[in-house]
């Protein structure tokens, strides 16, 4: 018997057993109470916890929460995923999104030993794991056995068309610029990667001492890049009052 076939089989007969079912509806609520309330902190700007900087998961989360939109962003996954759990319909995309997520925090705990998560982040893994194998039938497909059936899925297009897509070509190398374009140009002043090469922007600034201010904010003073902007950005203004 072939792996893809087995593999249906114990699957066929693991989603038959009622609680089996009960067990998969309990991992969907209990992941989704993991993640929603500590979405709604990230999303609210708070800080997670209350743990000093000279913790090891302490100084990650007191910088990761110095990321500006970036924690905000992580918030928002983890409620969309636990909300995503708690809808039979939309439970496996929750699944799949909250994987990534929970393994790496699993891998951090474990990394630095962090006896806080240590023990439920890798339970909260095996359970969204069950979740993911709950799901098979749907999930399938990306295993590397099954691709003959997904191509069988696929509507055969018999003629190949041999045109060469201008406008599709066209507007990947617009979308390629325009990603350049901001990058480049997007912000008036960034930190770089070291103190001299952040004070190499000044020269052509419109407040040189506001910026060399920002790179010793950020460099020599250690602030949190949100507060090393907020001050430049004060002080610009300042300056256009000025006569």
């Not at 897509?165 to 008036?188: K, S």
């Not at 250690?222 to 300056?239: H, S």
Request: hydrophobic residues 50%; aromatic residues 10%.
């Amino acid at each position: 018997m072939q792996i893809s076939s087995r593999l249906d089989q114990l699957h066929a007969e693991a989603r038959a057993n009622k609680w089996l079912q009960y067990f998969a509806i309990a991992n969907r609520i209990g992941l989704a109470l993991g993640f929603i309330p500590s979405g709604l902190v990230k999303i609210m700007g708070e800080r997670f916890t209350a743990l000093p900087i000279k913790h090891p998961m302490g100084a990650y989360l007191e910088a990761l929460h110095h990321t500006g939109f970036y924690y905000t962003v992580i918030g928002i996954m983890q409620v969309a995923a636990g909300v995503l759990l708690l809808i039979p319909r939309t439970a496996t995309l929750g699944a799949v999104i909250y994987f990534p997520i929970i393994l790496n925090i699993c891998i951090l705990s474990i990394a630095i030993r962090f006896e806080g998560s240590l023990l439920s982040s890798p339970l909260m893994v095996l359970a969204n794991l069950y979740l993911l194998c709950w799901d098979y039938h749907k999930l399938k497909f990306l295993l590397p056995f099954q691709h003959a059936a997904a191509n069988r899925a696929l509507a055969s297009q018999v003629v190949r068309s041999s045109r060469f897509p201008a406008r599709f070509f066209a507007g990947v190398a617009a979308t390629v610029m325009l990603v350049v374009a901001l990058a480049v140009f997007g912000f008036d002043i960034k930190p770089r990667v070291s103190l001299r090469d952040c004070r190499s922007q000044c020269d052509e600034s419109n407040n040189p001492q506001a910026c060399y201010d920002f790179c010793d904010c950020i460099y020599n003073s250690g602030q949190p890049l949100d507060q090393c902007l907020d001050a430049y950005n004060k002080a610009g203004v300042n300056t256009a009052k000025t006569p």
